[in-house]
């Protein structure tokens, strides 16, 4: 299975950008508003980095409140890692636990088309699993 399966389901309406140049709280608000765990920071040039919710922990730990009127370039993730559509998503799972982070942005040609989450994927691997074993019991019973 690649990562391009996943968008039947998730459209790339679904990504939640800001400004690199916004304060954290832009971030927080959106991550917040959204009931996600990331927010991309986007810029000029594309995605500059990825503002989730261990940045913002580790800002506050940092800084303290004056977080809230920093640039979210001061404590977003970067430079990003990305993946395409054609990646698999054993191979997107492996990346992730590697570098130990749990949002992923998706880009075809240098565009943004999506991001998927580690929760996305592993629910996904668990789906192909159980319809795996269904069609086993199937073929064993028929």
Do not use: N, Q, W
């Amino acid at each position: 299975m690649t990562i391009g399966c996943l968008f039947r389901d998730k459209p790339t309406s679904a990504v939640v950008t800001v400004s690199p140049d916004a304060p954290v709280s832009d971030a927080v608000r959106l991550l917040h508003d959204h009931r996600i765990g990331a927010v991309l920071a986007v810029g000029p040039d594309g995605v500059a980095g990825v503002v989730s919710e261990r940045d913002v922990v580790r800002g506050l730990h940092k800084h303290g409140s004056a977080i809230c009127d920093m640039p979210v370039h001061k404590v977003m993730s970067s430079p990003v890692v990305t993946v395409e559509r054609s990646h698999t998503i054993s191979d997107a799972l492996a990346l992730m636990t590697e570098r130990r982070f749990r949002h992923l942005p998706v880009v075809e040609g240098g565009v943004l088309i999506g991001i998927v989450s580690i929760g996305d994927l592993v629910k996904r691997k668990i789906d192909d699993a159980v319809r795996e074993a269904e069609e086993l019991r199937g073929y064993i019973h028929a």
